[in-house]
Nanobody, 114 residues
């Protein structure tokens, strides 16, 4: 059984920063690649960033240069540092394996005001 618990979202002004955390447990191993995803109202869920067990990262073009994904394998936790936030970043943010599995957490809401 997989458990994913996201936290760290909130309301921030454009240009601000937030740091999201995702605690993974259950059948997710530290060897899994992990990803952050987001879903804005009326839009499909999209991948934002991914990180391999070894720390190799990849980003969607929309967030490249502003977001940084990292992980602490000892804590089975994945982070997303989000800087220079824009109103278009407003969404519910989720973490999951990469590629994603069938179980999702509750997500954490990020709202960026202009």
């Amino acid at each position: 059984q997989v458990q994913l618990v996201e936290s760290g979202g909130g309301l921030v002004q454009a240009g601000g920063s937030l740091r999201l955390s995702c605690a993974a447990s259950g059948s997710i191993s530290v060897t899994n690649s992990m990803g952050w995803y987001r879903q804005a109202p009326g839009k499909l869920r999209e991948r934002v960033a991914r990180i391999t067990h070894y720390g190799t990262t990849g980003y969607a073009d929309a967030v490249k240069g502003r977001f940084t994904i990292s992980r602490d394998n000892a804590k089975n936790t994945v982070y997303l540092q989000m800087n220079s936030l824009k109103p278009d970043d407003t969404a519910v943010y989720y973490c999951n394996t990469f590629p994603y599995g069938t179980t999702w957490g509750q997500g954490t809401q990020v709202t960026v005001s202009s």
